[in-house]
């Protein structure tokens, strides 16, 4: 059972780039959440996506922007890249309970990825 | 709002020590509370969740108790090995309908030597 996949595992760019990284949940999973990880920090909540749909958000500028695939994996994207935007980007699934009950609170994160701008 | 607060680290012990990492909340309702570990260079793996006052969260030898009247979720193990050196978050759910974002705290840093 494939856990939670991120891509690419490293990445460059320069100030004023822009960048996109990429998850695939875990099977059975259809929510997709994405953290910024800063060095020597806990991570901070992005938005978490549902039905393709952003569902919550957190404390993030515009430049912040996602997408969910009908095949539940997700992108997250982010224009005029700041220097501060350096960081590990995490990505965690999880799934919807039955009846409309909102999504199970436990999730599973991948191994992220780094983002280093210069 | 919703916050959580660890002890500052880094947390040094020799193997065979006991572990205990302080960790505090601030919420409304009732969040449910985990504790992730992460090991150098890699993502986030849950190590235990609490959902409700009282209960016990434990796996791998690591426990900790949802303790609603004094807000807490402090993580121990009764003997540490090398193996366990990594960096210990604690978490708190903020779920509605729409969704559930996670809230850490800053991290600490475990380090145990032989």
């Known amino acids: 059972d494939a856990g939670v996949t991120q891509s690419p595992t490293h990445l460059i760019k320069t100030r004023g780039q822009q960048v996109t990284l990429r998850c695939s949940p875990k099977s059975g999973h259809d929510t997709v959440s994405w953290y910024q990880q800063a060095l020597g920090q806990g991570p901070q909540f992005i938005f978490q996506?549902?039905?393709?749909?952003?569902?919550q958000r957190g404390n993030f500028p515009d430049r912040f922007s996602g997408h969910q695939f009908p095949n539940y994996s997700s992108e997250l994207n982010v224009n005029a890249l700041l220097l501060g935007d350096s960081a590990l980007y995490l990505c965690a699934s999880s799934f919807v309970l039955a009846g409309g009950r909102g999504s199970t609170d436990t999730q599973y994160f991948g191994p992220g990825t780094r983002l280093t701008v210069l | 709002g919703n916050s959580v607060t660890q002890m500052e680290g880094p947390v040094t012990l020799s193997e065979e020590a006991f572990l205990t990492i302080n960790c505090t909340y601030t919420a409304t309702g009732y969040p449910s509370l985990f504790w992730y570990v992460q090991y150098p260079g890699e993502g986030l793996q849950l190590l235990l969740k609490?959902?409700?006052?009282?209960d016990k969260g434990s796996n791998k030898g690591f426990e900790a108790t949802y303790r609603k009247e004094t807000t807490s979720f402090h993580l121990e193990k009764g003997s540490v090995q090398v193996s366990d050196s990594a960096v210990y978050f604690c978490a708190l759910s903020k779920g509605s309908q729409a969704g559930t974002a996670l809230i850490f705290g800053k991290g600490t840093t475990l380090s145990v030597s032989s």
């Open positions: 609490a959902t409700k006052a009282d």
């Open positions: 996506y549902y039905e393709e749909e952003e569902r």
